[in-house]
């Protein structure tokens, strides 16, 4: 089975390309959503969270998303240690779902797969790419935050061309270009490699 990486800047479309290979049957495992996961039922997790970013990391035994993210997208230094807190804990799950999968191939969606070591074992990389000023407007009017907020979680992530090099496959999301017979292309194309 291969084990395909997702990946892309914030605003991107990650998600919206990895629900197109779900609707194909295939498994898709979203690393964000995993770790917002752990974050919220990880005993060990949510005691080092609170230990590190005070008891307003979570409000009613809810994550405090806005808090931490306040924190977070404004300081690299707090952000490496909230990286250093979830990340081991989310790639070590992501593998154990990933050999539990019976597929010819699974997708692993992740923002910072280069950024945090965690593209080792995969077999190939798909890079998500937009332009800035469309991701930027993307993220403004899903998250109901500020343009300099976007800039501030931009700033957290290696710069999106650098990524796209870094990646095997590109599909490219810039509202010209159709995403489904680009998905379509990399589906017959993991099959035949399966």
Known sequence: ML???LTGGIGSGKSTV???FAQL????????KLAKTIMHENKQVKEQLIH???EEAYLNNHLNSAYIANIVFRDPYQLSVLNSIVHPVTIAESEAWAQRQQAPYVIKEAALFFESGSAQ????????????????K?????????????????KQQIDAGLKMKLCDWVIVNDEQQLLIPQVLALHEHFLSLA
Request: charged share 20%.
């Open 121 to 136: 074992g995969l077999d190939g990389i798909i890079g998500v790419s937009a332009p800035a000023y469309l991701r930027i």
């Open 18 to 20: 990895a629900a197109i």
């Open 52 to 54: 590190t970013f005070g």
């Open 3 to 5: 084990i395909i990486g």
């Open 138 to 154: 993307r993220v403004m009017d899903r998250d109901h935050i500020s343009h300099e907020q976007v800039l501030d979680r931009m």
């Open 25 to 32: 049957g295939i498994p898709v495992l979203q690393a964000d």
